[in-house]
T-cell receptor, first 110, second 115 residues
Framework: DAKTTQPNSMESNEEEPVHLPCNHSTISGTDYIHWYRQLPSQGPEYVIHGLTSNVNNRMASLAIAEDRKSSTLILHRATLRDAAVYYCILRKGGSEKLVFGKGTKLTVNP | DAGVIQSPRHEVTEMGQEVTLRCKPISGHNSLFWYRQTMMRGLELLIYFNNNVPIDDSGMPEDRFSAKMPNASFSTLKIQPSEPRDSAVYFC?????????????FGPGTRLTVT
């Protein structure tokens, strides 16, 4: 299975944009890029996913590099409620399995 | 919708006892997943079902663990006998059967402590 690499932690200030990077240099052509986040004492929560093109939804944007070897989750205006562990996951097309890594712990400062 | 429901939310038991964790997926969802989360190993997929049939149980640690899904609205994860190293938060998640719906919806988890 292709692996993802994320920084262990990042900090941001409230109301500023946050760019969370993810490297996945061994991604295959059928792998989807998923992002989940886990707020303290809660179960993980879906954020966004994509295959090749950049994606936007109400929570975030996903920017995927042209060679697909990296991606960036963008929170346009961080709030204190966005403090969480963010997981970048590769899911094989046709499979339902998600393999969670250690993720990036995002701290948002007031 | 109430979301994925798990019970109990907390369970404390003694080593050697049988533990049963319960999950009610979101109505209409076709896939159900059991995960375990510990500080050491992170979040691991144990088993998942599609249309009540186990599809992949390669993450089940050993024979002490078993999972069932007798119908579309209920699943159990049983540990017999339990050991202190089974202490973890166990999450259940479900997913719609729609091809375009890739999100898994997670429950609040069951925190298991085995003493």
């Amino acid at each position: 299975d292709a692996k993802t690499t994320q920084p262990n932690s990042m900090e941001s200030n409230e109301e500023e944009p946050v760019h969370l990077p993810c490297n996945h240099s061994t991604i295959s052509g059928t792998d989807y890029i998923h992002w989940y986040r886990q707020l303290p004492s809660q179960g993980p929560e879906y954020v966004i996913h994509g295959l090749t093109s950049n994606v936007n939804n109400r929570m975030a944007s996903l920017a995927i590099a042209e060679d697909r070897k990296s991606s960036t989750l963008i929170l346009h205006r961080a709030t204190l409620r966005d403090a969480a562990v963010y997981y970048c996951i590769l899911r094989k097309g046709g499979s339902e399995k998600l393999v969670f890594g250690k993720g990036t712990k995002l701290t948002v400062n007031p | 919708d109430a979301g994925v429901i798990q019970s109990p939310r907390h369970e404390v038991t003694e080593m050697g006892q049988e533990v049963t964790l319960r999950c009610k997926p979101i109505s209409g969802h076709n896939s159900l997943f059991w995960y375990r989360q510990t500080m050491m190993r992170g979040l691991e997929l144990l088993i998942y079902f599609n249309n009540n049939v186990p599809i992949d149980d390669s993450g089940m640690p050993e024979d002490r663990f078993s999972a069932k899904m007798p119908n579309a609205s209920f699943s159990t994860l049983k540990i017999q006998p339990s050991e202190p190293r089974d202490s973890a938060v166990y999450f259940c998640a479900s997913r719609s059967g729609l091809a375009v719906a890739y999100e898994q919806y997670f429950g609040p988890g069951t925190r298991l402590t085995v003493t």
